[in-house]
């Protein structure tokens, strides 16, 4: 059972926690062999929810929205770690709820630690870690649940979960490594726009007060400039409400079946940047058939699985028409070539493989040859995107420079 509470340490700083205990009498005797002084301690349902629960208070919704969803993203990182020390101490020799019971110690992330712990108490009570776990989907995906699965029936549990750890902290890795090549040109954006919003608010506005004082007839880009610099201060309230109305329908539109369609379809055709996402699409793919397929899994569910990992409906419909060929009897490279959404000499490759009998260990190799083609994209995409970035920049600035420095230009040749 899950108890949340409230405590005081022996220097009296307040801990609000969770633990696991078969009773609250015993939550109590482990706290405070903890050197813990409870304040308040309840019984909480151990199943996480999809959504956190909504407060009455608009404020403190917001705050817990915000909270859960970091605490959520945080969570899936940790499952890495979670397979990886639970795989060791299986492979140690340890039973599986006592593995669970030492790793739940270890756990911080309060979403991460309560779904553990309610997968230890279905074990316990008799529930397959695979059922278990599928309890927590929003955590633990599709394919981890069914290679579980396939683990327990097989009897290799530890050997399933090592594979899994393995697959997680790739897919951290390459997360990690998109994410770090966008920051710095998201920074670059930020930063220009911040420099571009203070000109208009602070600078321009002054300067147009002087120029209004002289009463001499402005350039044309100065007069628009000066135009864009009084709307700005004057109705920047409304451009605050367009750009939150903007970004709400579009994740509505986004949502629906023809929005989702067309966004995606954007993804694969948008210049710089459709190359690295179909080589991910592509690495996504055909690694995870290959880890699928290498554990054992169905041909037909593994494209299911594969399918809903995607996370591009195009590519989604394709994959599904290949699964379907498969069941009528097609071979995997004959049915992948008719989608025509891998490169033909992948569909070469898998070909292979399958003549060999090897048709796993080929995609896991193409996934790995991918892996070393999104890096490089990556690098060239970086040193492509900044330069853009600093020119438009610049450009902009230089456009506002010049408009102010116009009608000085003037005046100086007037004196003259």
């Known amino acids: 059972m899950i108890f949340e509470y409230?405590?005081?340490?022996?220097?009296?700083?307040?801990?609000?926690?969770?633990?696991?205990?078969p009773s609250e009498v015993i939550a109590r005797q482990r706290l405070r062999a903890n050197g813990l002084y409870i304040v308040k301690i309840s019984k909480q349902d151990s199943k996480l929810s999809a959504t956190p629960e909504?407060?009455?208070?608009?404020f403190n919704t917001i705050i817990d929205r915000i909270s859960y969803y970091i605490s959520l993203q945080l969570s899936a990182k940790e499952i890495s770690t979670f397979s990886r020390q639970l795989s060791t101490m299986l492979k140690a020799g340890m039973p599986l709820l006592a593995s669970i019971s030492t790793i739940i110690d270890q756990i911080?992330?309060?979403?991460?630690?309560?779904?553990?712990?309610?997968?230890?108490?279905?074990?316990e009570e008799g529930s397959s870690l695979s059922n278990a776990l599928e309890r927590h989907h929003y955590i633990f995906n599709e394919m981890y649940i069914n290679m579980i699965r396939v683990g327990e029936s097989l009897g290799s549990l530890d050997n399933a979960l090592e594979r899994l750890a393995d697959l997680e902290e790739k897919k951290n890795l390459l997360k990690s490594k998109v994410q770090s090549a966008l920051w710095y040109p998201a920074f670059m954006i930020m930063f220009a726009i911040a420099v571009?919003?203070?000109?208009?608010v602070s600078i321009i506005p002054s300067l147009g007060r002087m120029f209004a004082e002289l009463g001499k007839d402005l350039p044309i880009p100065t007069k628009i400039v000066m135009g864009l610099s009084n709307f700005i201060t004057s109705f920047w309230y409304v451009i605050i409400i367009i750009i939150i109305l903007c970004i709400y329908y579009f994740n509505r539109y986004k949502k629906t079946d023809e929005g989702q369609r067309k966004i995606d379809g954007l993804k694969l055709k948008l210049p710089v940047v459709s190359s690295l996402y179909k080589k991910i699409?592509?690495?996504?793919?055909?690694?995870n058939l290959g880890i699928l397929l290498s554990n054992r899994v169905d041909v037909i569910k593994s494209f299911e699985i594969v399918q809903r990992l995607m996370r591009n409906v195009l590519i989604e419909e394709n994959i599904k028409k290949a699964a379907k060929m498969v069941q009528e009897g097609s071979s995997i490279s004959n049915a992948l070539s008719k989608e025509r959404f891998l490169p033909q000499y992948i569909i070469g490759m898998i070909a292979a493989g399958e003549s060999s009998d090897t048709v796993d260990e080929m995609l896991l190799n193409i996934g790995k040859i991918y892996e070393n083609e999104i890096e490089l994209s990556i690098n060239s995409m970086t040193s492509l995107i900044e330069p853009i970035i600093i020119v438009c920049m610049?450009?902009?600035?230089?456009?506002?420079?010049?408009?102010?420095?116009?009608?000085?230009?003037?005046?100086?040749?007037?004196?003259?």
């Open 6 to 21: 409230i405590a005081l340490t022996n220097k009296g700083e307040t801990v609000a926690d969770i633990i696991d205990a």
């Open 54 to 58: 909504i407060s009455t208070n608009i």
């Open 108 to 123: 911080e992330n309060p979403i991460f630690k309560r779904a553990i712990i309610d997968i230890k108490t279905k074990v």
């Open 196 to 200: 571009v919003t203070f000109l208009m």
């Open 281 to 287: 699409l592509i690495h996504r793919f055909t690694y």
């Open 394 to 416: 610049g450009f902009v600035i230089g456009l506002i420079v010049i408009s102010v420095l116009l009608p000085i230009f003037e005046m100086n040749l007037i004196v003259k």
